[in-house]
Structure formats: structure tokens, C-alpha cells
């Protein structure tokens, strides 16, 4: 293939891919990875992970450009982190287009792909964002995930771009990728619900440099009291976003009391996202306020936003003369809380955690009966970054067969039902309240029950199988 081609190919790639986050465009996810198949499919394994890395590296700077709305916040440091992550994040394509260049295979192609794409979110520093089952929500494919877990539906749809890739001879393979996820999905467990859930979900609209100041303490705590004004009837639980002031509430009992007075006027619990010092430690936390103006529980965010929330290996960025440079953008480091635990049947999340599998599944598995996420994306202004974040609680709803509720500082707020289908939402930066029903469910889904190792196997079976055959000539 001519080498202006290959080019022309991987960065259509890096387009498709990126354009398959936005809403209405998930069938881009289909069709994506071909590209970069046919790109460095036959260039060796060294140009295959030089192009592979470089076409990444692409991607990786549109996915991650909502990065540079921080520039209000942090200044140019925004850009730094923003190069830095996409260089990290194109190791990974770096390591697939190695595999790819390699050995022309559809079989190690997928495996790879969906190994590679797990691999990705494991670790202090894994994140998901820009993987193929996100691109899924919305399509009839979603609930499949109850079976295998978002590694299931990454496998799906890279075989199908692979069989593509490959030409005439592979292209009618192809239809097993749909096929299957389809067939898995009208399988999906649907039990019957052993109860119901009436929530009022608020969205308050709070631009992020309004929410960091502190003189607007007042003006700030006057919108959420008038937004839990409006809320009446018959509710048992209200939602509120991640950190709602910039204050630790059980420090400032002031700033608790219109909480406090809501839960007891609505005879309803409440979930409020605050900081919280203890012990001389800062944590990120969600209270559950009961109607009786008592604290019944607290959830400390397990995985925290590396360089967000803490900064890795800070001795060493400090022993290397950037500890003053760093300290502009992070000057102390949050404490992860011990594990994830569900505050009786709540599943409760917090912003960056709906990315992992690892913790739904875990709050399904010691007995939540819904999933709820708290988050801020306000930091993130006006990017498409808010519905691809949303994006992951529909996934993880699916994986563990459960109803997923998120209350977003700015957007996205909505819920989304067992099978990962949408059931309501209120438009981003709008204020809101968003009043929902949803079943409460006791089964376990099989992804649930055993974790992502059969896919993780059925995965590496693809891999295993494509070293020992290559496909034929077209």
C-alpha cells in the first residue's frame, strides 16, 4: 500500500474513532479500528508500532482536548498534562499497531484489540476513556455486557473491523460480531424488580470558577436551597453532585443545616458530595443524611484522579527540582478511601470511578441494588467529555444489571435503566431537578458472578489462534 495511503487511513482512524463518542455516532465504533487495521497491516512490527503510536497519539489529543477548557483554572499547565496523556495513551496503539504490523491476522488483530483496550484500565494510572464499548450506548448491542463486561463488546466490535480490514474472503465473518452481541443481548437477564426507587436528581448549573470561590459560599448554598425548594411529593432518596460547595460541610454545620432540613421535610434520605477532613487526612466523600438530621453513612472515592487528586510519585517530582511547578497545580494529595462498600443499597460512585468496572462490580457483589454516581464535570466546561463520562455509567448499569442514577454539577444528569437503555435526563447547563423511578434488583448478572476472565480468555483464545494462522491473500 502506498505510503500516502497508509497515512490517509490511520488518521480517518483517529477521526472516526474520536467522532464515535458523540451522541448519534456510536456506529463509527463499527467501523473505526479497520482503518487502522488497513493502515499497518504488512509495514513490519517496528513501523507498525512507530505509525500505531503516532496515529494514537492523534486520537488521543482530540479525545483528551477537553483538557484545555482547565486553562481558566491552571493556566498553561493544562497543556503540558494534555500532550503527556495522549503520549500515554498512544503507547498502547504503539503496542497494538506492533501486533498488527506483525502478522496479518483478524483473529490476533480483535484479541489484541480487546486485550490491549483492558489493559489500559488497570492501574493507578488506567483510564477509559476512547475505548469501543463506550461508543456502544444507544445501539441494541449494550447488554450484552451482562455476560462479558465491556471486554466482551470491545472483542465484538474490533472482529468485525478486522474481518473488514481483511477483504473479500473474511468480510462475511463480519456479521458475527453484530450477530452475537445482538443474540447475547435479548438473553441479557430481566428479572422481575424486588422494589422501587423514587429519586430526585439536581443539577444546579455552577460554573467551576464560580464554584471555587469562596465568597460565593452564600450565593452558591441560596441555588441548591431554592433547586431542593422545588422538590415535592413522594421521594425516598435526593441526589445531589460531587462536592457541592467549596467547603467541608460536617466542619461548617451552617452550611449542612439546608441539607439536614430537606431530608427531614421530605421524610427522604440525601447524598450530598462533600470534602472531608479527618484525622488530618482530606478525602473525597458522599454523606447519606436520613430524615432524622443524622449522618447514616459515608462513601471515601476509592480511585482518585491521578493528577487531579493526587500526584504519583510525588517525592520524585519534587527531588527533581518540579515540586513548586507541581504544587501550583495540586498542592496536596487526597486519601483514597479502603474499598469500595455500598451504603445499604446503594452503590455509590464518585466522578472518575464510573470509568472501572472493577468497583461497580464490586458494589453489586456485596449486595447494591442501584448505582448512583456523583460527579463534577464542570471543569470540563462545554466538551463533549460530560456525555461520554455519562457514557460510562450506561456500561456499567448493563455489566452488573442495574439501574444507574448520576448527578452532575453541570451535566450530564440522568438515568439510565438495567440493560444500559436511557430513560431520562436533564439538558447540561441547565439548572434542574430530574425526578425518576427505578427498580431496585437483587440477581447477579454472569459478568458479575465471574469477572472479566472469560473474556479476558476468549480474547487471548483470538490471539492465540491468529499466531498460527494468517489470513489469506485477498
Not at 153 to 182: E, I, K, N, Q, V
Not at 340 to 345: A, I, M, Q, S
Request: hydrophobic residues 50%.
Amino acid at each position: 500500500m502506498p505510503f500516502r495511503l497508509r497515512i490517509l487511513f490511520g488518521t480517518c482512524f483517529a477521526l472516526a474513532l474520536w467522532g464515535a463518542f458523540w451522541p448519534g455516532w456510536g456506529w463509527l465504533g463499527w467501523l473505526a479500528p479497520a482503518l487502522l487495521f488497513l493502515s499497518l497491516d504488512g509495514i513490519g512490527p517496528r513501523r507498525g508500532a512507530l505509525f500505531g503510536g503516532a496515529f494514537g497519539f492523534l486520537f488521543f489529543l482530540l479525545e483528551l482536548s477537553s483538557l484545555l477548557s482547565l486553562w481558566p483554572l491552571v493556566g498553561g499547565l493544562c497543556i503540558p498534562a494534555w500532550l503527556l496523556l495522549s503520549l500515554y495513551g498512544a503507547v498502547f496503539f504503539a503496542l497494538l499497531g506492533g501486533v498488527v504490523g506483525w502478522r496479518s491476522s483478524p483473529p490476533l488483530w480483535a484479541g489484541a484489540w480487546a486485550l490491549i483496550e483492558a489493559a489500559r484500565g488497570v492501574g493507578p494510572l488506567g483510564f477509559t476513556f476512547g475505548t469501543l464499548p463506550g461508543a456502544l450506548v444507544g445501539q441494541p448491542f449494550l447488554a450484552a455486557a451482562a455476560w462479558g463486561g465491556a471486554t466482551l463488546l470491545s472483542l465484538g466490535m474490533a472482529w468485525t473491523s478486522a474481518c473488514l480490514a481483511a477483504g473479500r474472503r473474511w468480510a462475511p465473518l463480519a456479521l458475527l460480531g453484530p450477530g452475537c452481541l445482538a443474540l447475547l443481548s435479548s438473553l441479557a437477564p430481566h428479572p422481575a424488580p424486588e422494589g422501587e426507587l423514587a429519586l430526585s436528581l439536581v443539577q444546579p448549573n455552577i460554573e467551576q470558577t464560580e464554584k471555587l470561590d469562596r465568597d460565593n459560599l452564600q450565593a452558591l448554598l441560596g441555588r441548591y436551597e431554592s433547586l431542593l425548594s422545588s422538590i415535592s411529593g413522594q421521594v425516598d432518596l435526593v441526589v445531589l453532585p460531587e462536592n457541592v460547595l467549596p467547603a467541608y460541610l460536617r466542619a461548617e454545620p451552617e452550611l449542612l443545616t439546608p441539607f439536614l432540613d430537606t431530608a427531614e421535610r421530605l421524610s427522604a434520605r440525601l447524598l450530598v458530595g462533600t470534602g472531608e477532613l479527618r484525622a488530618g487526612k482530606v478525602y473525597n466523600s458522599a454523606l447519606l443524611i436520613s430524615p432524622g438530621r443524622k449522618i447514616a453513612g459515608v462513601y471515601d472515592m476509592v480511585h482518585l484522579v491521578p493528577f487531579g487528586e493526587y500526584l504519583p510519585a510525588r517525592k520524585l517530582w519534587e527531588a527533581i527540582g518540579l515540586g513548586p511547578l507541581l504544587d501550583r497545580l495540586l498542592p496536596m494529595d487526597l486519601t483514597p478511601g479502603e474499598g469500595p462498600r455500598p451504603l445499604g443499597k446503594l452503590g455509590v460512585m464518585i466522578c472518575f470511578e464510573t470509568q472501572f468496572s472493577s468497583l461497580s462490580r464490586g458494589l453489586t457483589s456485596q449486595g447494591a441494588e442501584v448505582l448512583i454516581a456523583l460527579t463534577n464535570d464542570a471543569w470540563f466546561g462545554r466538551t463533549r467529555l460530560l456525555w461520554e463520562h455519562f457514557a460510562m455509567g450506561a456500561l456499567r448499569a448493563a455489566e452488573c444489571g442495574r439501574s444507574f442514577l448520576q448527578a452532575a454539577q453541570t451535566g450530564i444528569t440522568g438515568a439510565v435503566g438495567p440493560q444500559g437503555e436511557l430513560l431520562a435526563q436533564l439538558p447540561p447547563w441547565e439548572a434542574g431537578v430530574l425526578t425518576v423511578k427505578v427498580p431496585l434488583l437483587r440477581h447477579k448478572t454472569p459478568w458479575v458472578k465471574t469477572g472479566p476472565w472469560p473474556s479476558l480468555g476468549l480474547a487471548g483464545l483470538l490471539f492465540l489462534v491468529g499466531l498460527r494462522k494468517r489470513r489469506p491473500r485477498r
